[in-house]
């Protein structure tokens, strides 16, 4: 959700002959879009209906027609925003369309793997912080249900750091857990600051972490321990 609500897709004023589903996907856009921008000025509880519909420019049948509340707009938008962002570090990490490896790789190259994975999360943050908020702070106010699904989302990047390290123990498995719960604690904060630059310095330190913590977090860095 980069664009803002009022030049995503908009419509041709008058009759314009477009199908309806093109239409509702319109017009849905505009709504996750408006979502996250107004949460970024008033927060989850400050932010009315009404205020999202000013911004996506749809009236409140139209908002109503597809979200039956507020909070389920909002798990829309996190839906959305957290696809963007899987999807973003599944085309770095070379997960989305490379086959099944047939050795484990060497450890630089786990190195240089994580690496991107880090550049990708942290700048698809920065490109996007209005539906980082969304998905890292404002979630808080939402409710269990959006908790549940930050958390689940939480452990998906750790199974990503796993696999990527190769952690094969409960102990390292544990390591990995607690380098994206120390990872998402930072990217928050700085996140809630709107401290992009301090963000994506993290990058750097991150990778020195994971590099001198060797086998503490997987197999595939003996070699440098």
């Known amino acids: 959700m980069t664009e803002s609500a009022t030049s995503a897709r908009q419509l041709p004023r008058g009759r314009h002959g477009l199908p309806r589903e093109q239409v509702v996907a319109s017009q849905r856009e505009r709504i996750l879009i408006a979502m996250a921008e107004a949460m970024v000025e008033n927060g989850y509880v400050g932010t009315s209906v009404a205020a999202i519909l000013k911004r996506a420019g749809v009236s409140r049948e139209t908002f109503y027609e597809q979200f039956r509340s507020k909070e389920a707009c909002f798990e829309a938008a996190y839906e959305q925003a957290v696809q963007n962002l899987l999807g973003r570090i599944a085309d770095a990490s070379g997960d989305s369309d490379d086959p099944a490896p047939i ?15 880090f550049a990708a999360y ?11 908020r969304l998905f890292l702070v404002e979630v808080y106010a939402v409710g ?10 939480q452990e998906l990047f750790v199974g990503l750091i796993a696999d990527v390290l190769g952690a094969r123990t409960d102990e390292q498995r544990f390591a990995c857990q607690t380098l994206a719960a120390a990872i998402s604690a930072m990217v928050t904060g700085r996140i809630a600051a709107d401290d992009l630059d301090g963000l994506l310095a993290l990058r750097v330190p991150l990778l020195d972490l994971v590099r001198r913590g060797g086998a503490l977090f997987g197999d595939a860095l003996l070699s440098s321990t």
Not at 103 to 117: G, L, S, T, V, Y
Not at 144 to 153: F, I, K
């Open 144 to 153: 269990s249900a959006a908790l549940t699904r930050r958390a689940q989302l």
């Open 103 to 117: 050795a484990p790789k060497p450890e630089p190259d786990r190195m240089a793997r994580m690496d991107r994975i």
């Open 122 to 132: 942290l700048q698809h943050l920065a490109d996007d912080p209005a539906s980082a």
